[in-house]
Nanobody, 115 residues
Framework: QVQLVESGGGLVQAGGSLRLSCAAS????????MNWYRQAPGKQRELVSA???????NYADSVKGRFTISRENAWNTVYLQMNSLKPEDTAVYYC?????????WGQGTQVTVSS
């Protein structure tokens, strides 16, 4: 089992930056990939970024060049650095992983970008 706890959300003006953190505990050695998702009001949850144990990363087109995902070597913490934030980035952000076909989600952290 893995427990995920996000932090770092808040209210920021357009053009500003935030860094989200996802603290993982439990069987973190079993993690292969960690993902950041977001869900805006009235919209489906969407994948924002992912990072693998080998360090490969990918990003949604909407955040490429603005967001950077990174992690500590032992998966203790995964970060999402968000720069040049836009009002459309407003959402609840969740970290997520899959271990042995089980989905694990954090409780989410709210990001609000004002125009």
């Amino acid at each position: 089992q893995v427990q995920l706890v996000e932090s770092g959300g808040g209210l920021v003006q357009a053009g500003g930056s935030l860094r989200l953190s996802c603290a993982a505990s439990g069987s973190i050695s079993s993690i292969k990939t960690m993902n950041w998702y977001r869900q805006a009001p009235g919209k489906q949850r969407e994948l924002v970024s992912a990072i693998t144990s080998g360090g490969s990363t990918n990003y949604a087109d909407s955040v490429k060049g603005r967001f950077t995902i990174s992690r500590e070597n032992a998966w203790n913490t995964v970060y999402l650095q968000m720069n040049s934030l836009k009002p459309e980035d407003t959402a609840v952000y969740y970290c997520h992983t899959i271990i042995s076909f089980m989905n694990y989600w954090g409780q989410g952290t709210q990001v609000t970008v004002s125009s």
